[in-house]
């Protein structure tokens, strides 16, 4: 009975481990097959259920890996890979509906659902360079060719939608020189210029320190002094006082009151002055 259980552990590190490989690999489904065998003799292991969305997320079911993480979740509640994950896909699943419909319906292609998944530095929305001309379906599925120092990026038909910006394609040609691979497809049009959404599709094991995708610094906020310059000017016109003759004030007994009043003329208020020398 002993000898059972030890094998048992055992085969289930196995398990684990290659499990593990198979995604490090890009390996997706030999990955879910796995995971799932794993899960039929350990139906609570939450580690197996979370690696199982993840590869269904990759092989582009995202119903099922909503599925499978919604099931961590309830075996291991607060989970954060899990959590993490049910938020990514409900977040895709809604802002994407819209895209992915027009994109079902154009000639270009179809764009799967896991591309409008957020997934923070591993993908990005691009506006191409040199692009004029080019009004690609939305969904059109893209692929990156490096020429040079320059990242094409390229539709299906082999022609040239446009240009990834030069300081995001010297990342990517290195990291795609480091064994990393990159899909995309096209999310619209802005200004005559292509959009699409650029997604970190396998990273090699050497790369996996490196980010594909880093987050943009935000715009300069513009100095304050441009906000008070657009201020309007304080008038500076001056103003006509009447004169008020002096004897006026001299003789007004209403300003003698207001003296009395408050003590100008009471020499108990005045500081002792020291005498002038002779």
Not at 90 to 113: D, F, I, V, Y
Request: a negative charge; charged letters at 20%.
């Amino acid at each position: 009975m002993i000898y059972r259980e030890e094998e048992h552990v055992r085969l289930l590190k196995e398990q684990t481990r290659e499990a593990v490989r198979l995604a490090m690999n890009g390996e997706w489904a030999e990955a879910a097959r796995l995971n799932r065998e794993i899960l039929e003799a350990a139906p609570d292991n939450v580690e197996a259920m979370n690696r199982l969305g993840k590869a269904l997320t990759e092989l582009g079911e995202p119903g099922q890996a909503l599925d499978a993480f919604r099931r961590a979740l309830a075996l291991s509640p607060g989970n954060p890979i899990a959590a993490k994950n049910v938020e990514r896909l409900l977040a895709g699943t809604s802002s994407g509906s819209a895209a992915m419909a027009r994109a079902c319906n154009g000639a270009g292609g179809t764009l799967k659902p896991r591309m409008f998944i957020a997934d923070h530095g591993k993908s990005a929305d691009v506006t191409l360079l040199a692009s004029p001309g080019a009004n690609p379906s939305p969904g059109t599925p893209v692929a990156l060719e490096a020429n040079g120092s320059t990242l094409g990026v390229m539709a299906p038909d082999g022609s040239c939608l446009g240009l990834v910006p030069p300081n995001m394609a010297r990342r990517l040609i290195c990291l795609i020189s480091g064994g990393n691979r990159y899909d995309g497809a096209v999310s619209g049009t802005a200004n005559g210029a292509v959009r699409v959404v650029l997604r970190e599709a396998y990273q090699h094991p050497s790369q996996r320190s490196r980010v594909s995708f880093p987050a943009q610094p935000r715009p300069v906020v513009e100095p304050v002094i441009s906000a008070l310059e657009a201020m309007e000017a304080p008038d500076t016109t001056p103003v006509n006082v009447p004169e008020v003759p002096l004897s006026l004030l001299d003789d007004s007994p209403e300003l003698a009151a207001v003296g009395a009043g408050i003590g100008i003329f009471d020499d108990a208020l005045l500081p002792d002055l020291p005498e002038d020398d002779e």
